[in-house]
Nanobody, 127 residues
Framework: VQLQASGGGLVQAGDSLKLSCEVSGRIISRYGMGWFRQGSGKEREFVAATSYSGLTTSYADSVKGRFAISRDNAKNTIYLQMNNLKAEDTAVYFC?????????????????????WGQGTQVTVSS
């Protein structure tokens, strides 16, 4: 199973970016998926998660109302739309998938619940 994250870049505060994570080696339609981020010198932290249908989502308080996670199971891809970016959003962003099927309507928010990780994509927000 491989996860390929893309879409990061250097933007100014207030700008938007949309990250993509394409999954190969597995059909993602039965798995909840997540996005995490890790700033320089910081621990990896939860950003957003979605159930396998995409109907149930969860967000870290720091991004609620600004970020939106979505998925296109037909394309085996998940997305993270990031609006009104702030300097504190600067980090490497990772997408992640669990090892086992996810119960309908559920998702995971702890890094330890995920088994497969993408390589990360850098997001830098200048103030």
């Amino acid at each position: 199973v491989q996860l390929q994250a893309s879409g990061g870049g250097l933007v100014q505060a207030g700008d938007s970016l949309k990250l993509s994570c394409e999954v190969s080696g597995r059909i993602i339609s039965r798995y909840g998926m997540g996005w995490f981020r890790q700033g320089s010198g910081k621990e990896r932290e939860f950003v957003a998660a979605t159930s396998y249908s995409g109907l149930t989502t969860s967000y870290a308080d720091s991004v609620k109302g600004r970020f939106a996670i979505s998925r296109d199971n037909a394309k085996n891809t998940i997305y993270l739309q990031m609006n009104n970016l702030k300097a504190e959003d600067t980090a490497v962003y990772f997408c992640a998938a669990p090892q086992a099927y996810t119960v309908s309507g559920s998702y995971y928010i702890r890094p330890s619940d995920y088994h497969y990780w993408g390589q990360g994509t850098q997001v830098t927000v200048s103030s």
